[in-house]
């Protein structure tokens, strides 16, 4: 089972960026299928992003398409989640997860399909 562990979550102003990164610990890496998941306070976790394990396909969720950007380094063992004109309602602790197969449809928003997850960074935009 790989492991996970996400990085560069902080403080930003309204309209500003961030990359999350999210470092794997094994090449099998490579294999993964990818998503990124949210949990603002107060409110259940929700899907944000999802790369198929060749970057061949990406889905997003509506409230963040065309803001955010989700890619995978397989060189690296490192997927990343580039967030740009950030909203106060982007405020959550962020967490990347890794699943072995994607049968494809909308599949990637079951949680309990990934195999992996990180302990989550916060990411807290101000208004």
């Known amino acids: 089972q790989v492991q996970l562990r996400e990085s560069g979550g902080g403080l930003v102003q309204a309209g500003g960026s961030l990359r999350l990164s999210c470092a794997a610990s094994?090449?099998?890496?490579?294999?993964?299928?990818m998503g990124w998941f949210r949990q603002a306070p107060g409110k259940e976790r929700e899907f944000v992003a999802f790369?198929?394990?060749?970057?061949?396909?990406?889905y997003y969720a509506d409230s963040v398409k065309g803001r955010f950007t989700i890619s995978k380094d397989n060189a690296k063992n490192t997927a990343y989640l580039t967030m740009n004109s950030l909203r106060s309602a982007d405020t959550a602790v962020y967490y990347c997860?890794?699943?072995?197969?994607?049968?494809?449809?909308?599949?990637?928003?079951?949680?309990?399909?990934?195999?992996?997850w990180g302990q989550g960074t916060q990411v807290t935009v101000s208004s």
């Open positions: 997860a890794a699943k072995n197969r994607y049968y494809g449809g909308s599949d990637y928003l079951a949680e309990d399909k990934y195999n992996s």
């Open positions: 094994e090449r099998t890496f490579s294999s993964q299928h």
């Open positions: 790369i198929t394990w060749n970057g061949s396909r990406t």
